[in-house]
């Protein structure tokens, strides 16, 4: 199973919105509502997001949002704070059983 | 709250096994399916097994693992295992136990700290 396409790094001015595309195909992310997404920051554990495509888990800011169109998930942070500096990975379930993961996307505040 | 500490990890010479745990507390472990998923040194994240509430009901591995690892857990010790064999350079990695939320293994809202675990020679 290969890893879902997310963009090396996105970044962005405070107070603007970005969005982190990723992309699989019809066989996990195109064909189940099962993606989550994860907030890393460095040297520490993942942090979720995003579940269920636009769920946010209770404490998650609501800056954060999650959609889905065809095989590609997209995650979009609004009012962007120097605090969203991390990776973010995507994940979703496969038609082979198992959870794959996206490569991962660092989000720069500029 | 909610906590996991892994333990277990270090360095183990290509085709030696180890043996991870994961202490878990702060909630009920036994209504929780548990998933353990690996990040190599630089990379990204990598589901590598699942187990069910009850180990014996179901589990499940990535196909880089199957028939290498085995997961398992002790209700009764509020713990988690990963029996780890046979083990490759690509197996180096930090090892994070997650709980999963959705009564299977796909969303995952708690995790570790992780355990380091280097295969070398």
């Known amino acids: 199973q290969s890893a879902l396409t997310q963009p090396a790094s996105v970044s962005g001015s405070p107070g603007q919105s970005i969005t982190i595309s990723c992309t699989g195909t019809s066989s996990d992310v195109g064909g189940y509502n099962y993606v989550s997404w994860y907030q890393q920051h460095p040297g520490k554990a993942p942090r979720l997001m995003i579940y269920?495509?636009?769920n946010r888990p209770s404490g998650v800011s609501n800056r954060f949002s999650g959609s889905k169109s065809g095989n590609t998930a997209s995650l979009t942070i609004s009012g962007l704070q120097a605090e969203d500096e991390a990776h973010y990975y995507c994940?979703?379930?496969?038609?082979?059983?198992?959870?794959?993961f996206g490569g991962g996307t660092k989000v720069a505040v500029l | 709250q909610v906590q996991l500490v892994e333990s277990g990890g270090g360095l183990v010479k290509p085709g030696g096994s180890l043996r991870l745990s994961c202490a878990a507390s702060g909630f009920t472990f036994s209504d929780y399916c548990m998933s353990w998923i690996r990040q190599a040194p630089g990379k990204g994240l990598e589901w590598v097994s699942y187990?069910?509430?009850?180990?014996?009901?179901?589990?499940n591995y990535a196909d880089s693992v199957k028939g290498r690892f085995t997961i398992s857990r002790d209700n009764a010790k509020n713990s988690l295992y990963l029996q780890m064999n046979s083990l490759r350079a690509e197996d180096t990695a930090v090892y994070y136990c997650?709980?999963?939320?959705?009564?299977?293994?796909?969303?995952?809202?708690?995790w570790g700290q992780g355990t380091l675990v280097a295969v070398s020679s």
């Open positions: 187990t069910a509430t009850r180990s014996s009901s179901f589990t």
């Open positions: 997650a709980r999963d939320r959705s009564g299977w293994f796909l969303v995952h809202d708690s």
């Open positions: 994940s979703s379930y496969t038609t082979s059983n198992t959870l794959v």
């Open positions: 269920d495509v636009s």
